[in-house]
């Protein structure tokens, strides 16, 4: 055989394996974030190989690897490849998952930092729309017609935080009063879509952030999907593990 005709070959060879991995239901899973049925742990994967099975007043709710979520009522019996058939992998959506079941995703904490003593703990930080983090670089969605509102940083406790347009440098500042964890956008900073902001809070590095605007709420089943389209990581994180520690045990 010519060396050409071999190396044609392996080339061949090559891309028929590259063709079976990229299809392998083990790249292709599905990742389960709400489940009514105390035997099946929310944050499993099933392979499309596996068989998914619903009893009768039970549910799931599934995130597939186009990237859409979605809930499937019992009684339910058949493969998890018919959830997905005929979608497109949504590698973004996958990879960023995986982080999270894996890392249990970005943290606030400062490292290094300790809480004092009498400083209650506090819970981790819900899922919203109009809730800017401060202790956290990156792209925030919020909705137009929201008010936002910045959320304290956790460890250490903050009291004030500033805001200054990386654009036009105007500057506001906020004060979170006693007892709560949310106060208000600064009014003298325009929330523009797009803007780029730095959040400065004494005693921790300073954050910058990105504000997506939409105009209204994707539904349900694509928040997911455009959280991550607009780089919202700490949205798409907090969103997940709202879902899974809502999950019955």
Known sequence: MKIDSIVLAVAALAAALWALVASSPALAQVYVIEWTVADIKVGVQLATADRLVIPAGASNRAVLPSGKSQTIKGPYSGPVADLSKGQEVNEGVVAWLKNLMQTGGASEATPGATRSAGVPARSPPRFSWS?????????????????????????????????????????????????TDLVAWPAGVGVRAGGTYYLLVEGRPRRQLRLELLPQPPADDDVLAELQRRGCRYQFDAFVREKLAAAKP
């Open 131 to 179: 809730n800017i983090p401060t202790s956290s670089d990156g792209s925030v969605c919020i909705l137009q017609a929201s008010k936002p509102q910045l959320a304290r940083a956790p460890v250490p406790v903050a009291q004030r935080v500033a805001v200054v347009d990386a654009e036009s440098a105007a500057r506001g500042e906020a004060e979170w009063p006693a007892g």
